[in-house]
């Protein structure tokens, strides 16, 4: 009596060749599967398939073969998120090709629209106002953007057009892009933020109301370490912005220095924060200072860079954690004490926020140093 063969091999047929001649059905096998030859009979029904292909290749990260979109953030100017499976915080990267630390880089085709520009203003304010303005293409686009405004000029704080006049309101609308990314097919790369390696990141996630940081600010950063939060500083503030990285540790400073030499808006200084005289020659006055020291003396250093190098009405941000502070005592104990230590050293904290989940017993407190009385008049009243 003859049997029909296995299947063999990698993804083999169903079955074998014929069945018996007499007696039992003919088998509904295929040929044979590649790979391995012919085994002994089956049963007359025909032979068990081979094993299936392999799985595919291992998942890809953020944004990985699918279309994702990029948008400014709402309320902070050199921010972006990235629209797709899971949002994301990402910055333009100043260096396009390069990681700092292996960080995830997501790269987005530029296309702007072309035709005649409607601009129409609305909800005029003290300093800004938006607008609205509509693309009139042939396939009749509209695009709402925001702007700020000078006098007769509207600045695009969005994804920018090529200059054009509103011949309803003789205002001239002025991009905000290099003119390579003004050409029609370009793409920009953008670095995803992580909030569990960053305390800026973590506190915009988390819903704090102003970082104070934005294209063109110089900024005074103690703590910069190995660069990974400094980097993403310097997408935020752009090639016209600055910003003042401090480190003690020879280690870390090692690596932000190599990272300062792909970015030059990066000044990298090997130093001790608690003697900023060192480092005066370096400096110039700084809008904004970040501290992450994680020092118990942390309000005094922060206290001596501002008196040094931030202007009057200048703002902090800074990064406390409690365990690093007294490790004895409750977290909000810890916290309150440092705010109060803060304010004799004439800085006015406006915000505090927790950085849970992303960090335990942490808080970021931001505010302005040396403010007028007008700023907070509700200070002045006895």
């Known amino acids: 009596m003859t049997y029909g063969g296995y299947g063999g091999g990698f993804g083999g047929g169903r079955g074998g060749g014929r069945g018996a001649p007499r007696g039992a059905p003919r088998g509904r096998g295929g040929p044979p599967g590649r790979g391995a030859p012919r085994g002994r009979g089956g049963p007359p029904r025909g032979g068990r398939g081979g094993r299936g292909g392999a799985r595919g290749g291992a998942r890809g990260g953020i944004g990985a073969g699918a279309k994702v979109l990029v948008q400014p953030h709402e309320r902070f100017a050199g921010v972006y998120v990235l629209r797709g499976k899971d949002d994301a915080l990402v910055t333009k990267n100043l260096t396009p090709g390069e990681s700092v630390y292996n960080e995830k880089r997501v790269s987005v085709e530029v296309k702007y629209p072309t035709g005649a520009l409607d601009a129409r203003l609305m909800a005029p304010a003290r300093h800004s106002l938006v607008a609205e303005i509509n693309f009139l293409t042939p396939s009749s686009l509209r695009q709402p953007l925001q702007f700020t405004w000078t006098s007769t000029t509207i600045t695009v704080t969005g994804p920018a057009t090529l200059q054009a006049r509103s011949p309803q309101r003789k205002l001239t609308l002025v991009s905000n892009l290099s003119p390579q990314e003004k050409e029609p097919g370009t793409k920009t790369e953008y670095r995803v933020w992580n909030p569990f390696r960053s305390k800026i990141a973590s506190a915009i996630v988390g819903g704090i109301g102003n970082i104070y940081m934005k294209p063109g600010s110089k900024v005074l950063y103690l703590g910069g370490a190995s660069g990974t939060t400094c980097s993403h500083v310097a997408d935020l503030v752009g090639p016209e912005g600055c910003v003042y990285a ?37 400096m110039p ?28 009405r200048g703002h902090f941000v800074i990064s406390i954690k409690a365990s690093c502070v007294d490790s004895t005592k409750a977290p909000e104990v810890v916290f309150a004490s440092e705010i109060e230590a803060l304010k004799k050293e004439k800085f006015r904290p406006v915000e505090r926020i927790s950085l849970e989940p992303y960090e335990r017993d942490h808080i970021v407190v931001s505010g302005m140093f040396r403010p007028s009385p007008e700023d907070f008049p509700q200070d002045n009243i006895k």
């Open 285 to 312: 006055m700084v809008d904004v200072i970040f501290a992450d020291v994680a020092q118990p003396d942390q309000a005094r250093i922060l206290g001596l860079n501002a008196a040094m190098f931030v202007k009057n």
């Open 246 to 282: 401090v480190e003690f540790s020879k280690r870390s400073g090692r690596d932000l220095v190599n990272m300062a030499k792909k970015r030059t808006n990066v000044i990298p200084i090997i130093e001790d924060a608690r003697h900023p005289q060192k480092y005066r020659m370096l």
